[in-house]
């Protein structure tokens, strides 16, 4: 096992030498590297920032400084004041527009302040909702926030953070989700360009074995994904994808011939 490992690894040339592997060794080792994956992908997902009292701070700080909704006020439960899209590092904040979410698409933390609630999207899925009636301070007022009334402040930030946490669990669930998407749709990619590239080069093999062998040489993909995820470098994917290409090359120029029949008596 170490040895197939470290020829998947290393020496593309070798491995037409397991053209004759069974389906499920060459599905095992897909499973293996997947696997693999999936626990550097939990760990990353795990030990990405909170949606916590910090988000908040900066979700309010973005509202009560950016001096673009300086007539916004809630009372009689509904919340007024002017249209406004704020994008920030952090996130995206639309103000009394509850049709934003029909016309925008983003990877990103969006929240979306509405007439009568608010609501929390990520990568365009609902995260909670938050309702203005659970606000502890009976009006809301940007301007009571510029002014620096503390009470008002925490109350909102408060209110925030509940929805916010609300939403944690799926969150997490979201993130995983949309990385492991993204890795598998790379893959497939990769795999119906390295088949195509196989054919090219070497259009004797029997399609049952170019399949296998592609399976294999196209393993070194995840390697690069490991280390993507490791140190945080997006580029580690494509390159990822350009060495299962060369290795994809290296294994078959090294196969002449690969026919498969009953011994003439």
Do not use: Q
């Amino acid at each position: 096992m170490f040895k197939k490992f470290k020829n998947i690894v290393s020496h593309p040339s070798l491995l037409g030498l397991y053209f004759m592997d069974h389906w499920y060794t060459v599905v095992g080792w897909w499973f293996l590297f997947f696997c693999i994956t999936c626990v550097f992908l939990s760990i990353v997902d795990l030990t990405k920032p909170r949606l916590d009292s910090n988000v908040a701070r900066r979700i309010s700080d973005a509202l009560a400084y950016n001096h673009v909704i300086d007539d916004a006020k809630y009372e009689n439960n509904t919340l007024t004041g002017s249209y406004k899209v704020i994008e920030t590092e952090y996130c995206i904040i639309s103000f009394n527009d509850n049709a934003f979410m029909n016309n925008h698409v983003s990877s990103g933390l969006i929240v979306v302040f509405g007439k009568e609630n608010a609501n929390v999207f990520f990568s365009t899925f609902h995260l909670g909702r938050l309702n203005y009636s659970d606000l502890k301070i009976k009006d809301f007022n940007i301007k009571d926030i510029k002014s620096g009334n503390i009470e008002m402040r925490i109350a909102f930030e408060s209110f925030i953070e509940k929805g916010l946490s609300s939403g944690e669990a799926n969150y997490r669930a979201i993130c995983f989700f949309n990385d492991l998407f993204g890795i598998i749709m790379y893959y497939l990619l990769t795999l119906v360009v390295c088949y195509f590239l196989a054919w090219i080069i070497n259009p004797m093999v029997e399609r049952r074995f170019r399949i296998k062998l592609i399976g294999y040489s196209s393993l070194i993909y995840y390697l690069f994904i490991w280390c993507k995820l490791s140190f945080s470098m997006d580029a580690l994917l494509y390159i990822g994808i350009f060495f299962s290409l060369v290795y994809t090359v290296f294994t078959f120029t090294h196969i002449r011939l690969v026919r498969v029949g009953r011994r003439k008596k």
